[in-house]
């Protein structure tokens, strides 16, 4: 096997809140930006049992120009609104893919009906940069639903992976794309084994969401870690002892400079002080 080099094991960081509906734990930050290539961000929302309201909790109003965020759910429902006129609710399964592209105003909500309810809330959110040539690509929005991902049976009744984007064993996922990217979600049974091929030269992560794992038979993590693995190889292999949930990310770096300012993320300071420009000259649309 031609193994991907473990470069780092990564404890997420304590929960801090986004808005008052995301409690979330920091797994890719700017440190990692030339190793994880084109994710940007991940912000884990580990299962959090909120109680019921009529007041449903989130963050209001707010722009991103120049990535993608991409908001992946396995309990509650979250509800969206942007000003290009993309507009859904995600449960269980589901995946919204938002191109924020040229800019676009949106807002992210606990979905109502959930929040009048309660339950257990537990998402993920992923920000994947765009290459200088999409930045300004027209915003746009994908409603991914669990239905639609496609689906691996592991070996030995090993447990199943959901292809969200990319493509696995010539099983394919429904997430459009503008650069190669791979994004697994994977419930592993107690003692399988889920051997990965992907491409030389790609950037690779897997995050721990439960679990005790043994990655290429030399380095264990266990839930709440990311395992960031180099770019030469094209191997990587996952042994979980007990039950484990994991997201495999991967993807073809992006050789490009970074300039960001909060949700703006651009390739110099000049376009970042265009970009607010234009958000302050009202250029993103409008969202009540
Ligand atoms: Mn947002």
Redesign the pocket.
Known sequence: MNYKKIKQVRTAAPPHMVGDGFKVRNFIGQDLWYDMSPFLMLDYNEPWTVGPTDHPRG?DV?P?KGFE?VTIAWSGNVAHEDSSGGRGEIGPGDVQW?TAGSGIL?K?FHAESFSRQGGVFHMA?LWVNLPAKFKNTPPSYQDLRDADMGRVQLPDNGGELRVIAGEHMGVKGPAKTFTRINIYDVKLKAGSVLNLELPDGDNTAIVVMEGNLMINNEQQARTGQMVVLGRTGTNVQVESNNEAHILVLSGEPIAEPISAYG?FVMNTKQEILEAIDDFNAGKFGVLN
């Open positions: 963050v707010h991103h965020t938002m949106h992210e959110q949700p």
